[in-house]
Structure formats: structure tokens, C-alpha cells
T-cell receptor, first 112, second 113 residues
Framework: GEDVEQSLFLSVREGDSSVINCTYT??????LYWYKQEPGAGLQLLTY?????DMKQDQRLTVLLNKKDKHLSLRIADTQTGDSAIYFC????????????FGQGTELSVKP | NAGVTQTPKFQVLKTGQSMTLQCAQD?????MSWYRQDPGMGLRLIHY???????DQGEVPNGYNVSRSTTEDFPLRLLSAAPSQTSVYFC????????????FGSGTRLTVV
């Protein structure tokens, strides 16, 4: 993807918290998203945050946005083996008609 | 309400063959797009359309054509398949400028030999 960066792998133990990080470069981005992809499946929208928000919480998921540093994170509390998947962050670029630009994806492995 | 439907799910082509990947959505979404997914590279935008009759190129358009004659359908054509086009292809759609997220199809896994 163009200028959306993620680390490729993360391994945690069941019950721990997972934090997946993402950096982006386009300051015109309106919405930022987290998608989940399970093996052999398409992408499922997990959550999104508007660019004028700092934090959004949705059950076990917490999204933090630092607009100054263009840094986005996804925290999964009490991580379960069913959370093992690839997580993509993506930005919607307002000055490009809402084009969605993805990071490379972070593969989360949850060990029992 | 089927969402975004892609066909076929799997396809093997010989180098030089042409084919069309189908994508249809029943949500009356204006915006549709095609991505390819390759290991370690995330999803890269091939082509997109902001409405019937309007298409534009994404990051990696070479070797692919699209058309948008109706709101529902957005087929992706491979003109002369090459091994470098071996990938998983996803179609996605959204209303407006996608501010509330995109709906993805389940993907087409294409192998070019």
C-alpha cells in the first residue's frame, strides 16, 4: 500500500492484551479503519475512527489515534485464540474521492 | 441481501489467456473497487469506480481493464494473463465516499501457470 505501515507479525498468549500499531502519512485522511481477515476469507470491518477523535472503545477493542504523529493503534483486551487473524489498518483519503489505502497487515498469533 | 458477490472463487489460467472476474453488489452502492492481495504487501488498489459509467485507475492497473455499465456490476478483465497476476482478488463496495467502511467480497484466488 501507499505509505500506510504496519509491523508484519505479533504473537501473544491467550488472555493477554494485544496492541497492533499503524502509521499513515496523509493528513487529509477522514476515517481510519481496522479490518480483520481470517484464513481463506475476505475482510471484515472491525471498527473505525473519525479523524477528529482520539479514542474509540467497542467491547474488547480500543482504538487510539494520535493525529499529530499519524499513529493509529488497535488494542484487543483478553485476547482469545479466535482472534488469530491478519489485521489491516486502512485510511480513507478525502482528497482522493475516499480511496481506501491499506497497510501490509499484521498477522496476530494467539498461543494457548 | 447478498452483499458483494464474487465469482469464480478459484481459477487457474495459462499464460496469455484472458478472463473476467465478476463482482456484483445488491446494496445500491455507488463506489466499487478491485484490490489484489499478495503476501507481505497488503491490499493494492487496481481500479475503482465512483458510479455507473465512471472508472479510474488505482495503484496497479496495468494488465487489467474494468467497466461499470450498471450500479450493481463491476467486472475485472485480465487481457493476457501473466504469472505476476497470480494473486487473491477482492472486490469491495461502499456508499458515498466510503466513510462508514467498505463491504468486501469473499475473494477470487487466481493462479496463472
Amino acid at each position: 500500500g501507499e505509505d500506510v505501515e504496519q509491523s508484519l507479525f505479533l504473537s501473544v498468549r491467550e488472555g493477554d492484551s494485544s496492541v497492533i500499531n499503524c502509521t499513515y502519512t496523509d493528513s487529509s485522511s477522514t476515517y481510519l479503519y481496522w479490518y480483520k481477515q481470517e484464513p481463506g476469507a475476505g475482510l471484515q470491518l472491525l471498527t473505525y475512527i473519525f479523524s477528529n477523535m482520539d479514542m474509540k472503545q467497542d467491547q474488547r477493542l480500543t482504538v487510539l489515534l494520535n493525529k499529530k504523529d499519524k499513529h493509529l493503534s488497535l488494542r484487543i483486551a483478553d485476547t482469545q485464540t479466535g482472534d488469530s487473524a491478519i489485521y489491516f489498518c486502512a485510511e480513507s483519503r478525502r482528497n482522493q474521492g475516499g480511496k481506501l489505502i491499506f497497510g501490509q497487515g499484521t498477522e496476530l498469533s494467539v498461543k494457548p | 441481501n447478498a452483499g458483494v458477490t464474487q465469482t469464480p472463487k478459484f481459477q487457474v489460467l495459462k499464460t496469455g489467456q484472458s478472463m473476467t472476474l465478476q463482482c456484483a453488489q445488491d446494496m445500491n452502492h455507488e463506489y466499487m473497487s478491485w484490490y489484489r492481495q499478495d503476501p507481505g504487501m497488503g491490499l493494492r488498489l487496481i481500479h475503482y469506480s465512483v458510479g455507473a459509467g465512471i472508472t479510474d485507475q488505482g495503484e496497479v492497473p496495468n494488465g487489467y481493464n474494468v467497466s461499470r455499465s450498471t450500479t450493481e456490476d463491476f467486472p475485472l478483465r485480465l487481457l493476457s494473463a501473466a504469472p505476476s497476476q497470480t494473486s487473491v482478488y477482492f472486490c469491495a463496495s461502499t456508499e458515498g465516499q466510503g466513510l462508514l467502511g467498505y463491504t468486501f467480497g469473499s475473494g477470487t484466488r487466481l493462479t496463472v501457470v
